[in-house]
T-cell receptor, first 114, second 112 residues
Framework: GDSVTQMEGPVTLSEEAFLTINCTYT??????LFWYVQYPGEGLQLLLK?????DKGSNKGFEATYRKETTSFHLEKGSVQVSDSAVYFC?????????????FGTGTRLKVLA | DSGVTQTPKHLITATGQRVTLRCSPR?????VYWYQQSLDQGLQFLIQ???????AKGNILERFSAQQFPDLHSELNLSSLELGDSALYFC???????????FGQGTRLTVV
């Protein structure tokens, strides 16, 4: 079945460091891919998305490119801030399956130190 | 504000009891999803409804049930509660399955 695998955390970085959180997926169809962020005590918020191969999603300095050849959707940010500390979830929605359910990775906790 | 409303925000109840969690989706969204988030198991998909009909089932226990009403709000019923059911329960909605889902703030259930 469909699945999402993302790197285990926690990831601890200093402010202004470069961030990469790896995400790979398996899907039977042509999924849409998403990154969500969860700040402490809150629900998940959509960070960015990509709906087809080679699309690049971007928002708030974060970027991720839909790579079909490597089935990956890695999240990157050039210079993290303390306010980026949160849990990041990679997710897919497989529209070919007909079930339209979202599959989430296990989440990666990011901690940014001042 | 995602536009998805969940009530109550917090719920404390005893083992063996039954509770109902409520979700109002964003205006115009036909799909509603329920997820359980616990510390050791991440975000687990429970069930999905589309325009009143069940569309997909995930790891939902037989003690749990859900429905979506004609006005599109949804309820998740949890019965014969056990300590292990303590978790955050999230509702999400989307226009349709392959667009982004918007999440509510969650209901934190504590079973004592």
């Amino acid at each position: 079945g469909d699945s999402v695998t993302q790197m285990e955390g926690p990831v601890t970085l200093s402010e202004e460091a470069f961030l990469t959180i790896n995400c790979t997926y398996t899907a039977t169809g042509y999924p849409s891919l998403f990154w969500y962020v969860q700040y402490p005590g809150e629900g998940l918020q959509l960070l960015l998305k990509a709906t087809k191969a080679d699309d690049k999603g971007s928002n708030k300095g974060f970027e991720a490119t839909y790579r079909k050849e490597t089935t990956s959707f890695h999240l990157e940010k050039g210079s993290v801030q303390v306010s980026d500390s949160a849990v990041y979830f990679c997710a897919l929605s497989d529209r070919a399956s007909g079930t339209y359910k979202y599959i989430f990775g296990t989440g990666t906790r990011l901690k940014v130190l001042a | 504000d995602s536009g998805v409303t969940q009530t109550p925000k917090h719920l404390i109840t005893a083992t063996g009891q039954r509770v109902t969690l409520r979700c109002s989706p964003r205006s115009g969204d036909l799909s509603v999803y329920w997820y359980q988030q616990s510390l050791d198991q991440g975000l687990q998909f429970l069930i999905q409804y589309y325009n009143g009909e069940e569309r997909a089932k995930g790891n939902i226990l037989e003690r749990f049930s859900a429905q979506q009403f004609p006005d599109l709000h949804s309820e998740l019923n949890l019965s014969s509660l056990e300590l292990g059911d303590s978790a955050l329960y999230f509702c999400a909605s989307s226009v349709q399955g392959n667009t982004e889902a918007f999440f509510g703030q969650g209901t934190r259930l504590t079973v004592v």
